[in-house]
């Protein structure tokens, strides 16, 4: 099972620059903080990890619903 980015809010400044990376446009911002909204077209690339400015994005695997 592939990773998935986990955003945590309490960090995220809303600044976008993690939509704007995706290649698989799998995320997108809702009000000022982004939201997966396509889980499934994840490529666990990590261009959304590293080009957050205050460490508000990890890859984890998903958890079984």
Do not use: Y
């Not at 990590?46 to 619903?65: G, I, N, S, W, Y």
């Amino acid at each position: 099972m592939r990773e998935i980015p986990v955003l945590d809010d309490t960090r995220c400044t809303g600044c976008g620059d993690c939509v704007a990376v995706c290649p698989a446009a799998c995320l997108a911002m809702a009000g000022v903080i982004p939201w997966l909204i396509r889980p499934a077209a994840c490529v666990s690339c990590a261009a959304c990890v590293a080009v957050c400015p205050t460490d508000a994005v990890r890859l984890e695997r998903p958890r079984p619903a």
